[in-house]
């Protein structure tokens, strides 16, 4: 994804999408914050929060676009940052000692020897007997 991905003018139905989760995330942190950990400081203005933006948001949705562009644009980073973290991991963790090990048992799965019998990589197919096959993809 890049910058240019972001929606800058969203549909009516993702504002209020974004809207009904704006109010049911602000007022389960208010409740969380009021009740478990005892700061009804927080709770209270996190609700209100919640209300004020979230309420108006589900009846007109328009009004929402400013802060759903900007709240886009603050929370992009984050998310670009965590899926380079996740691929650097996945590639690292995964598939390297996979690899690692393959090398290590001697596997070639991408057959990148050449065997000394051959001039060239290429590996002979048969062509199919039934040319209708190709017309049947799945």
Same mark, same amino acid.
């Given at each position: 994804m890049t910058w240019a991905d972001i929606q +800058? $003018?969203?549909?009516t139905k #993702? &504002? +209020?999408q974004f809207a009904g989760v704006w109010l049911v995330f602000f007022l389960a942190l208010a409740a969380y914050q009021g009740w478990y950990r $005892?700061? *009804?400081g927080w709770g209270l203005g996190l609700a209100v929060l919640a209300?004020? =933006?979230?309420g108006p948001g &589900? &009846?007109? *949705?328009r009004i929402l676009r400013p802060i759903y562009v900007?709240?886009?644009m603050l929370v992009f980073p984050i998310g670009w #940052? =965590?899926?380079?973290i996740m691929l650097l991991l996945m590639f690292y963790c995964?598939? #390297? *000692?996979?690899?690692f090990v393959l090398r290590l048992k001697g596997r070639d799965p991408l057959c990148r020897k050449r065997a000394p019998d051959r001039p060239s990589f290429w590996t002979p197919k048969e062509t199919p007997a039934d040319l209708r096959r190709y017309f049947r993809q799945y």
């Open positions: +800058r $003018n969203p549909s #993702t &504002l +209020r $005892n700061k *009804p209300v004020v =933006v979230g &589900l &009846l007109f *949705p900007g709240w886009m #940052t =965590v899926s380079q995964i598939i #390297t *000692p996979i690899a």
